[in-house]
């Protein structure tokens, strides 16, 4: 079954204490992306990644970091994380990045949400 | 810069009424691709339906319909006859070509009541 996975679904840390969020996608795409949603806000860009090793950032990058070295995988790193980080993350990948004529929707994974007391 | 907004936060209807939720977007771009998600209360992001800006043909699927207009640079939905189903938040979004970014709108929750 194609999917996108992400781990952990929930977690509730102290600020300060690093964390990762892993993704990965058993579909071979190429685009892989990151996204954070908050009330009022919808869903905001943090990194994407156009293939391994190539990663760049979105609208919202500030306080994370990724990494891209195998295709299937694309962890959010939180070095320091701080309690406006408390948030919804979405991980996303397609064959192809959205602004192509590649018909190919991005696949959603099911979401983790992340307290940051 | 590319901008999405859904200008209407919450919409309650009863069920078997129509709605329209709006969005609105902004581009430099000639070439731009719009998407619909659909995210009910269980969480997950359901892929609706994706426009290029040379298509404005107006789509129908099932109950669902979308009217693209580029003179007002709107990209709406309708559903009609709506089900107590359809209840979810709505996302408009849009990425501009050779883009790799997706940018979403505020998103608008449909609440359908019986």
């Known amino acids: 079954e194609a999917q996108v996975t992400q781990n952990p679904r929930y977690l509730i840390t102290v600020t300060g204490k690093k964390l990762t969020v892993t993704c990965s996608q058993n579909?071979?795409?190429?685009?892989m992306s990151w996204y954070r949603q908050d009330p009022g806000l919808g869903l905001r860009q943090i990194y994407y990644?156009?293939?391994?090793?190539?990663?760049d950032k979105g609208d919202v990058p500030e306080g994370y970091k990724v990494s891209r070295k195998e295709k299937r995988n694309f962890p959010l790193i939180l070095e320091s994380p701080s309690p406006n980080q408390t948030s919804l993350y979405f991980c996303?990948?397609?064959?192809?990045?959205?602004?192509?004529?590649?018909?190919?929707?991005?696949?959603f994974g099911d979401g983790t949400r992340l307290s940051i007391l | 810069a590319q901008k999405v907004t859904q200008a209407q936060t919450e919409i309650s209807v009863v069920e078997k009424e129509d709605v329209t939720l709006d969005c609105v977007y902004e581009?430099?771009?000639?070439?731009?691709?719009l998407f619909w998600y659909k995210q009910p209360p269980s969480g997950e992001l359901v892929f609706l339906i994706r426009?290029?800006?040379?298509?404005?043909q107006n789509e129908i699927s099932g109950r669902y319909s979308w009217n693209f207009q580029k003179s007002t640079s709107s990209f709406n939905f309708t559903i009609t006859a709506s089900q107590v189903v359809d209840s979810a938040v709505y996302f408009c979004?849009?990425?501009?070509?050779?883009?790799?970014?997706?940018?979403f709108g505020g998103g608008t929750r449909v609440l359908v009541k019986p």
């Open positions: 579909m071979n795409h190429e685009y």
């Open positions: 426009r290029n800006s040379f298509d404005e």
């Open positions: 979004a849009l990425s501009e070509g050779a883009g790799n970014k997706l940018t």
């Open positions: 990644s156009m293939n391994v090793e190539v990663t």
């Open positions: 581009t430099r771009d000639t070439t731009y691709y």
């Open positions: 996303a990948s397609s064959a192809l990045p959205p602004g192509t004529t590649s018909n190919q929707p991005q696949h």
